[in-house]
């Protein structure tokens, strides 16, 4: 089914038991993909509006930063319904009527990544660089 992984609607630290702390990067909830439209009970004309409604509680509950995933066979009827493509497309020509904004996951971290800094879910040192600068995350 479709929905927040480990209950988040935000982009988190997860938590490392090996080391008893939260961990030094975010994790980003992918909250919908394609088959899990398909396979997690609803029906085909359900897609869109399902995933139109998650996008919503994101935004009411969360600080924004989950992932959609549609596979390329997604689209054009032949590996999943044409009701799939249908649903990304839609949901793509409202972002701006919702005030969403759609970013890879180097951007989105990129814009975030000072605020969890700010906040103490990840140490100082990791944040981010600024546009156009490399950055390398150790994982420990």
Same mark, same amino acid.
Request: net charge negative; with cysteine.
């Given at each position: 089914?479709? +929905?927040?992984?480990?209950g988040?609607?935000?982009?988190?630290?997860?938590?490392?038991?090996? *080391?008893?702390?939260p961990?030094?990067?975010?994790?980003?909830?992918?909250?919908?993909?394609?088959v $899990? %439209?398909?396979d +997690?009970? &609803?029906? /085909? #004309?359900e897609?869109?509006?399902? !995933? #139109?409604?998650?996008? !919503? #509680? $994101?935004?009411? &509950? =969360?600080?924004g930063?989950? $992932?959609? %995933?549609?596979?390329?066979?997604?689209?054009?009827?032949?590996? %999943?319904?044409? /009701?799939? =493509? /249908?649903? @990304?497309?839609?949901?793509?020509?409202?972002? *701006?009527?919702?005030?969403?904004?759609?970013? !890879?996951?180097? #951007?989105?971290? *990129? !814009?975030? =990544? *000072?605020?969890?800094?700010?906040?103490?879910?990840?140490?100082?040192? &990791?944040?981010?660089?600024?546009?156009?600068?490399?950055? %390398?995350? /150790? @994982?420990?």
């Amino acid at each position: 089914r479709i +929905g927040f992984p480990a209950g988040a609607c935000f982009a988190f630290p997860p938590y490392c038991f090996e *080391q008893e702390r939260p961990a030094t990067f975010l994790e980003i909830p992918m909250a919908i993909m394609d088959v $899990s %439209l398909r396979d +997690g009970g &609803y029906e /085909e #004309a359900e897609w869109y509006d399902a !995933s #139109a409604e998650l996008l !919503s #509680a $994101s935004r009411r &509950y =969360g600080w924004g930063g989950i $992932s959609l %995933l549609w596979h390329p066979a997604a689209f054009g009827g032949g590996w %999943l319904a044409r /009701e799939a =493509g /249908e649903a @990304f497309w839609r949901l793509l020509d409202h972002r *701006q009527e919702w005030n969403d904004t759609w970013l !890879s996951a180097a #951007a989105f971290l *990129q !814009s975030v =990544g *000072q605020r969890y800094v700010d906040v103490g879910l990840l140490p100082a040192e &990791y944040a981010w660089a600024e546009p156009g600068e490399p950055r %390398l995350v /150790e @994982f420990n």
